[in-house]
């Protein structure tokens, strides 16, 4: 596994368990959601950077 994909592994990991433990309480913490939250979606948004694109190949022209 290459780092690149370990840190984002880590970052969505790190970001779900720090939003699920804000959420979890009964005084939550809204900065500490709001950070996971945060850092989830920078991990989903660094994975998401390197899916190649389902259309990449351009249409062949037709001529006729």
Do not use: T, W
């Not at 990991?13 to 989830?40: E, R, S």
């Amino acid at each position: 596994m290459s780092i690149s994909r370990a840190i984002n592994l880590l970052l969505i990991i790190v970001g779900g368990f720090i939003a699920i433990y804000a959420k979890a309480g009964a005084d939550q913490n809204q900065y500490l959601l709001i950070g996971g939250i945060l850092i989830l979606m920078i991990g989903v948004y660094r994975i998401s950077r390197n899916i190649p694109s389902k259309n990449d190949e351009e249409p062949p022209f037709n001529n006729s």
